[in-house]
């Protein structure tokens, strides 16, 4: 009951953007741009109409989508990995994202002057701190986390990666948040975002594997 009352507080909230797009229709233009490249600058658009409502259905396609494979990933441990805190962070991606993204787009389609590559990379290092906060909590399981043969097959080891992980993602993101407001330059927020996300998978792995080779050395 709780999995399926979720499922539908997550879809409905998938959809309130429509809302707002219904509010703003009469003053979208034909065309809407919804992606842009590294310098910030549109490079694909669609129609009104699918910028205004496609975009919401497209995100409630992708929460049932997630869910489904969530639960095809961990049948057996369902009810136990749905109170893990990780999958608070899982459930709520979709609909967060189509609440946030799909009223942005709109507003920049009506003359709102809002840096996309700025608002990418600040939504970036938010989500790596909520991620970095969650982390430690995770206990092992086989569908979400740093799953590695290591952290897999030993619960310390999963553990303890997590924990750095967790204390490297929140170090990450609230580094991002604050190159962003200090560099202008586009590329050089885009070289530090580069290096944190390399960073934060390389170091976790690394330290995984150390882990691991030294246990098998005792």
């Not at 699918?50 to 975009?55: M, S």
């Not at 095809?72 to 109170?83: F, K, L, M, S, V």
């Not at 924990?163 to 586009?186: H, K, Q």
Request: aromatic share 10%; hydrophobic share 50%; proline share 5%.
């Amino acid at each position: 009951m709780n999995n399926k009352r979720t499922l539908w507080m997550t879809s409905l909230l998938c959809l309130v953007p429509m809302i707002f797009s219904a509010l703003v229709y009469s003053r979208l233009p034909d065309q809407i741009a919804i992606h842009w490249n590294a310098a910030g600058e549109a490079d694909n658009y669609v129609s009104k109409a699918i910028a205004a409502f496609g975009l919401p259905i497209l995100f409630l396609l992708i929460n049932l989508l997630l869910t489904k494979m969530r639960m095809r990933g961990d049948p057996e441990n369902e009810a136990q990995t749905r109170a893990k805190a990780g999958w608070q962070i899982y459930v709520w991606t979709a609909p967060v994202l189509s609440v946030i993204l799909v009223p942005v787009t709109l507003l920049i389609a009506m003359g709102a002057e809002i840096p996309m590559d700025l608002f990418a990379s600040l939504l970036v290092g938010l989500v790596l701190v909520v991620c970095g906060n969650y982390l430690p909590k995770s206990r092992k399981n086989g569908f979400m986390g740093i799953k590695l043969p290591w952290t897999l097959s030993d619960e310390t080891n999963w553990n303890k990666t997590h924990r750095l992980a967790g204390y490297l993602y929140i170090a990450g993101g609230v580094l991002l948040i604050i190159c962003n407001f200090l560099l202008s330059n586009t590329i050089a927020r885009l070289s530090v975002t580069g290096v944190v996300v390399v960073a934060l998978i390389l170091i976790p792995i690394l330290y995984s594997y150390t882990l691991y080779t030294r246990g098998k050395a005792k």
